[in-house]
């Protein structure tokens, strides 16, 4: 109502009809008025063992596999374009022999490819207004336990000095306020 966006952004989905009523100021609406718009707000793709790059994700979908004991070697991730507040999504690896690789942003490759080593953890922040507006949440697929727990805002995801491969991600942003995903296990294990 009143100027509310309706519709979706960032799917490539066509708009197919559209129904306006004009209601009594402080009336019943005509209708639902949840779910009225859709936005995706950070993709995410990662270079998996004997596999590649896979297709991108979206807001919660898991990247890499499960149950295939195959390593995650690299990540991309982006905010979407379609982000109303200004600001930046950056992201670290801890990687195998390596350890933490430093910040990359917007889609910058962190991790390796070509050399055969695994994502073993990883931490993801936002900056500027998109800080102060979203929390960002993540959790890794990581051999031998499965999915960890959910953390957020740039804490450790995974295992360090374990040499325990990510096999598996999930990344997506929740309003500053909102509870977020919650599982009760630890993010983050280290020896």
Do not use: C
């Not at 779910?35 to 993709?43: G, L």
Request: proline fraction near 2%; aromatic fraction near 10%.
């Amino acid at each position: 109502k009143n100027g509310e966006s309706a519709g979706t952004a960032g799917y490539s989905y066509r708009l197919e009809a559209i129904e306006v009523k004009l209601v009594e100021k402080g009336g019943k609406a005509p209708g639902s008025t949840q779910d009225a718009y859709r936005q995706r707000y950070v993709s995410y793709q990662t270079h998996v063992q004997d596999i590649g790059w896979q297709g991108i994700k979206y807001d919660g979908d898991v990247a890499g596999t499960s149950g295939q004991s195959k390593r995650l070697e690299a990540i991309r991730i982006k905010l979407s374009n379609n982000t109303s507040y200004n600001g930046t999504i950056q992201y670290q690896t801890h990687i195998q022999d390596i350890g933490w690789q430093g910040w990359k942003s917007n889609g910058e490759m962190a991790g390796t490819t070509g050399q055969y080593r695994r994502m073993e953890a990883v931490q993801i922040k936002l900056t500027g207004k998109m800080a102060e507006k979203y929390d960002i949440y993540y959790r890794a697929h990581v051999q031998t336990y499965g999915w960890l727990g959910w953390t957020k805002n740039g804490a450790k995801a995974g295992t360090e000095g374990m040499s325990k491969r990510m096999e598996g991600i999930q990344i997506q942003l929740v309003e500053k306020g909102k509870p977020g995903p919650s599982s009760g296990q630890t993010a983050f294990r280290t020896k």
